[in-house]
Protein backbone atom coordinates (compact mmCIF):
# COMPACT_ATOMS: atom_id res chain seq x y z
CA UNK A 1 0.00 0.00 0.00
CA UNK A 2 1.93 3.73 -1.03
CA UNK A 3 2.00 5.82 1.74
CA UNK A 4 1.52 9.69 0.86
CA UNK A 5 2.04 12.62 1.99
CA UNK A 6 -0.50 15.33 2.07
CA UNK A 7 1.61 19.00 1.44
CA UNK A 8 -0.17 21.53 3.52
CA UNK A 9 1.40 24.75 2.85
CA UNK A 10 4.69 25.81 0.63
CA UNK A 11 6.79 28.34 0.91
CA UNK A 12 8.71 29.45 -1.52
CA UNK A 13 12.59 29.99 -0.38
CA UNK A 14 14.68 31.11 -3.54
CA UNK A 15 13.85 31.38 -7.47
CA UNK A 16 17.50 30.70 -9.47
CA UNK A 17 18.55 30.02 -12.79
CA UNK A 18 19.42 26.54 -12.36
CA UNK A 19 17.00 25.62 -9.10
CA UNK A 20 14.38 26.63 -7.18
CA UNK A 21 14.02 25.98 -3.22
CA UNK A 22 11.10 25.65 -1.34
CA UNK A 23 9.80 24.31 2.33
CA UNK A 24 6.68 22.18 1.96
CA UNK A 25 4.67 21.48 5.23
CA UNK A 26 3.47 18.23 4.87
CA UNK A 27 0.90 15.75 7.05
CA UNK A 28 2.72 12.25 7.50
CA UNK A 29 0.44 9.09 6.50
CA UNK A 30 -0.01 8.69 11.20
CA UNK A 31 -1.26 12.20 10.67
CA UNK A 32 1.79 13.77 12.17
CA UNK A 33 3.01 17.46 10.05
CA UNK A 34 6.65 17.97 9.34
CA UNK A 35 8.48 19.82 6.79
CA UNK A 36 10.72 18.78 4.04
CA UNK A 37 13.12 21.06 1.91
CA UNK A 38 12.55 20.58 -2.13
CA UNK A 39 14.99 21.35 -4.76
CA UNK A 40 13.07 21.71 -7.63
CA UNK A 41 15.11 21.25 -10.83
CA UNK A 42 13.66 21.30 -14.36
CA UNK A 43 15.71 17.41 -15.53
CA UNK A 44 18.43 16.70 -17.48
CA UNK A 45 19.42 14.38 -20.08
CA UNK A 46 22.63 11.98 -20.32
CA UNK A 47 24.18 10.17 -22.99
CA UNK A 48 26.51 6.73 -23.35
CA UNK A 49 27.84 7.83 -26.55
CA UNK A 50 29.77 5.02 -28.33
CA UNK A 51 31.77 5.54 -31.32
CA UNK A 52 33.26 3.16 -33.48
CA UNK A 53 35.74 2.00 -32.10
CA UNK A 54 33.18 1.01 -29.19
CA UNK A 55 34.78 3.41 -27.22
CA UNK A 56 32.56 5.83 -24.84
CA UNK A 57 32.71 9.36 -24.90
CA UNK A 58 33.88 10.95 -21.12
CA UNK A 59 33.89 14.88 -21.00
CA UNK A 60 36.16 16.16 -17.85
CA UNK A 61 34.81 19.11 -16.20
CA UNK A 62 35.51 21.09 -12.42
CA UNK A 63 32.17 20.92 -10.70
CA UNK A 64 32.28 23.38 -8.15
CA UNK A 65 29.47 21.90 -5.14
CA UNK A 66 32.36 18.51 -5.49
CA UNK A 67 35.72 21.00 -5.53
CA UNK A 68 37.15 18.35 -8.02
CA UNK A 69 37.34 18.03 -11.85
CA UNK A 70 35.27 14.50 -12.44
CA UNK A 71 34.73 12.48 -15.71
CA UNK A 72 31.00 12.22 -16.77
CA UNK A 73 28.81 11.31 -19.60
CA UNK A 74 27.94 14.09 -21.57
CA UNK A 75 25.04 15.31 -20.14
CA UNK A 76 22.50 19.06 -19.72
CA UNK A 77 19.70 20.64 -18.38
CA UNK A 78 16.34 20.49 -19.81
CA UNK A 79 14.96 24.20 -20.83
CA UNK A 80 11.07 25.22 -19.83
CA UNK A 81 9.07 22.52 -21.96
CA UNK A 82 11.86 21.09 -24.10
CA UNK A 83 11.82 17.74 -25.71
CA UNK A 84 14.48 15.78 -23.67
CA UNK A 85 15.82 13.99 -27.22
CA UNK A 86 16.04 17.90 -28.91
CA UNK A 87 17.93 18.13 -25.59
CA UNK A 88 20.10 14.84 -25.75
CA UNK A 89 21.09 15.96 -29.20
CA UNK A 90 22.25 19.48 -28.35
CA UNK A 91 24.28 18.59 -25.69
CA UNK A 92 25.89 15.89 -27.21
CA UNK A 93 27.22 17.93 -30.22
CA UNK A 94 27.47 21.12 -27.50
CA UNK A 95 29.90 19.09 -25.17
CA UNK A 96 31.48 16.32 -27.43
CA UNK A 97 31.18 18.13 -31.26
CA UNK A 98 29.33 14.74 -32.36
CA UNK A 99 26.17 14.24 -33.67
CA UNK A 100 24.20 10.80 -33.77
CA UNK A 101 23.27 8.89 -36.91
CA UNK A 102 21.23 6.52 -34.04
CA UNK A 103 20.01 7.82 -30.49
CA UNK A 104 17.36 6.35 -28.55
CA UNK A 105 16.40 6.61 -24.70
CA UNK A 106 17.02 3.73 -22.31
CA UNK A 107 15.65 4.92 -18.89
CA UNK A 108 14.64 7.62 -16.49
CA UNK A 109 15.57 8.01 -12.76
CA UNK A 110 15.52 10.48 -10.34
CA UNK A 111 19.33 11.80 -9.17
CA UNK A 112 18.61 12.48 -5.44
CA UNK A 113 14.64 11.75 -4.42
CA UNK A 114 15.44 12.67 -0.82
CA UNK A 115 15.51 16.39 -1.84
CA UNK A 116 15.17 17.31 -5.54
CA UNK A 117 12.53 16.62 -8.19
CA UNK A 118 15.15 16.06 -10.70
CA UNK A 119 14.78 13.51 -13.39
CA UNK A 120 17.04 12.39 -15.68
CA UNK A 121 16.55 10.76 -18.89
CA UNK A 122 19.30 8.41 -19.74
CA UNK A 123 20.39 8.32 -23.80
CA UNK A 124 22.21 5.95 -25.97
CA UNK A 125 24.02 7.05 -29.02
CA UNK A 126 26.28 5.71 -31.80
CA UNK A 127 26.60 6.35 -35.70
CA UNK A 128 28.63 9.50 -34.34
CA UNK A 129 29.66 11.89 -36.99
CA UNK A 130 32.35 14.69 -36.13
CA UNK A 131 31.84 18.33 -35.67
CA UNK A 132 33.17 20.84 -34.05
CA UNK A 133 32.50 21.40 -30.06
CA UNK A 134 30.10 24.27 -29.12
CA UNK A 135 29.99 24.47 -24.96
CA UNK A 136 28.50 27.03 -23.09
CA UNK A 137 30.62 29.87 -22.46
CA UNK A 138 30.93 28.81 -18.69
CA UNK A 139 32.06 25.29 -19.33
CA UNK A 140 35.52 24.36 -19.79
CA UNK A 141 35.42 20.74 -21.05
CA UNK A 142 37.84 17.80 -22.04
CA UNK A 143 36.53 14.81 -24.27
CA UNK A 144 37.71 11.56 -23.54
CA UNK A 145 37.34 8.36 -24.81
CA UNK A 146 37.87 4.79 -22.94
CA UNK A 147 36.59 1.49 -23.60
CA UNK A 148 33.88 0.05 -21.34
CA UNK A 149 36.13 -2.53 -19.74
CA UNK A 150 38.30 0.83 -19.00
CA UNK A 151 35.36 2.29 -17.36
CA UNK A 152 34.54 -0.68 -15.42
CA UNK A 153 38.10 -0.69 -13.57
CA UNK A 154 37.68 3.21 -12.84
CA UNK A 155 34.15 2.97 -11.04
CA UNK A 156 36.01 0.12 -9.38
CA UNK A 157 38.99 2.35 -8.26
CA UNK A 158 36.55 4.94 -7.47
CA UNK A 159 37.90 7.26 -10.58
CA UNK A 160 34.11 7.61 -11.91
CA UNK A 161 32.20 9.36 -9.22
CA UNK A 162 29.83 10.86 -11.14
CA UNK A 163 26.16 8.87 -10.41
CA UNK A 164 24.34 9.70 -13.44
CA UNK A 165 27.68 8.31 -15.40
CA UNK A 166 28.05 5.36 -13.25
CA UNK A 167 24.33 4.43 -14.06
CA UNK A 168 24.86 4.93 -17.64
CA UNK A 169 28.03 2.93 -17.91
CA UNK A 170 26.19 -0.08 -15.97
CA UNK A 171 23.41 0.21 -17.98
CA UNK A 172 25.26 -0.29 -20.97
CA UNK A 173 27.84 -2.60 -19.94
CA UNK A 174 24.79 -4.63 -19.12
CA UNK A 175 22.73 -4.06 -22.15
CA UNK A 176 25.43 -3.46 -24.89
CA UNK A 177 24.78 -6.56 -26.44
CA UNK A 178 20.84 -5.60 -27.15
CA UNK A 179 21.75 -2.05 -28.34
Known sequence: MEQKEVT??????????IINLRVDEVKLP???VTTR?????P????IVAVNEEGKILLVKQYRKPAEESLLEIPAGKLEKGEDPLICAKRELLEETGYEAGFIKQ?????TTPGFSNE???LYFAKDLKKYTAQP???????VYEYTPEELWEM?????IKDSKTIIGILYYLKMRSSL
Open 30 to 32: NGK
Open 119 to 121: KMY
Open 106 to 110: LITFY
Open 8 to 17: VNTNKIFEGK
Open 43 to 46: GGVS
Open 136 to 142: DEDEFLE
Open 37 to 41: EIVEH
Open 155 to 159: ILQNQ
